[in-house]
């Protein structure tokens, strides 16, 4: 059974799971495909929505359900 996740620990795993997807981003830049003027775009609400989760991750407990609202916000945004 996994435990239970409070919204601090949800901000987390927003945060790591945004930052992979950029660092994947960044691995196939690296490997030498360059990106076009839309994928650059589409990295935005990422590159935000990191500093927002890992500032929800340090907020207290009461502020971090606001900021994963936000989060939800800037996700459906770039999308």
Do not use: H, K, N
């Amino acid at each position: 059974m996994l435990p239970a996740l409070d919204a601090r620990r949800m901000a987390w795993l927003v945060a790591g799971v945004a930052t992979a997807t950029i660092a994947g981003a960044w691995l196939f830049e690296w490997a030498g495909y360059l990106p076009c003027e839309l994928c650059l775009l589409q990295r935005q609400p990422y590159y935000a929505g990191i500093l927002v989760a890992v500032a929800a991750g340090l907020s207290p407990a009461r502020l971090a359900r606001p900021a994963l609202a936000l989060l939800a916000l800037i996700f459906a945004g770039g999308a």
